[in-house]
T-cell receptor, first 109, second 115 residues
Framework: QKEVEQNSGPLSVPEGAIASLNCTYS??????FFWYRQYSGKSPELIMS????GDKEDGRFTAQLNKASQYVSLLIRDSQPSDSATYLC?????????FGAGTTVTVRA | SAVISQKPSRDICQRGTSLTIQCQVD?????MFWYRQQPGQSLTLIAT?????????ESGFVIDKFPISRPNLTFSTLTVSNMSPEDSSIYLC????????????FGQGTRLTVV
């Protein structure tokens, strides 16, 4: 499977702060990029998808993609305790998803 | 998004036995995948379930250990055969249309413990 690397965690942020998650990938032919959130004991839940270079905003989440640098990131603004979870970066190549190891985020009240 | 029903949600099995996990989708989907998530780790793709043909396995996974069926466009099964404690993991079914720019969605997962 293709390599997907995420910044190591865990990441602890105070409530209301910005959480910044980073991801790099090895396959230049990758077509689509996703961020999933996984609560403990639950299956991954899609929160963002991005397909072209630039920024994509959805509520408090912003995904950024730079294909030249093979880099994708996720910003969580105004972090809430309910954002405490593991965030998985996923990259699609040849219709298959490869996942990073995940970054665990803890939002301190 | 598709609604995916996966069962059983959890099971405790004796070593040497086999468990079949079912994945049912509420609509026809082109691609169905099976993943494994070992404790504290990320998701690893086991295989792509192909309708009407043999599954395509990833490196490190073989059909004898993880036989897969896909009789139609809404249903698939994964069997974990001759289980050992190292097979204790969460197994996840995922579906996605074939188009590159589409999301994949996951079933609730099956938490398997082998004793």
């Amino acid at each position: 499977q293709k390599e997907v690397e995420q910044n190591s965690g865990p990441l602890s942020v105070p409530e209301g702060a910005i959480a910044s998650l980073n991801c790099t990938y090895s396959d230049r032919g990758s077509q689509s990029f996703f961020w999933y959130r996984q609560y403990s004991g639950k299956s991954p839940e899609l929160i963002m998808s991005i397909y072209s270079n630039g920024d994509k905003e959805d509520g408090r989440f912003t995904a950024q993609l730079n294909k030249a640098s093979q880099y994708v990131s996720l910003l969580i603004r105004d972090s809430q305790p309910s954002d405490s979870a593991t965030y998985l970066c996923a990259v699609k190549s040849d219709y298959k998803l490869s996942f990073g190891a995940g970054t665990t985020v803890t939002v301190r009240a | 998004s598709a609604v995916i029903s996966q069962k059983p949600s959890r099971d405790i099995c004796q070593r040497g036995t086999s468990l079949t996990i079912q994945c049912q989708v509420d609509s026809q989907v082109t691609m169905m995948f099976w993943y494994r998530q070992q404790p504290g780790q990320s998701l690893t793709l086991i295989a792509t379930a192909n309708q009407g043909s043999e599954a395509t396995y990833e490196s490190g996974f073989v059909i004898d250990k993880f036989p897969i069926s896909r009789p139609n466009l809404t249903f698939s099964t994964l069997t974990v055969s001759n289980m050992s404690p190292e097979d204790s993991s969460i197994y996840l079914c995922s579906v996605a249309p074939a188009s590159a720019n589409t999301e994949a969605f996951f079933g609730q997962g099956t938490r398997l413990t082998v004793v």
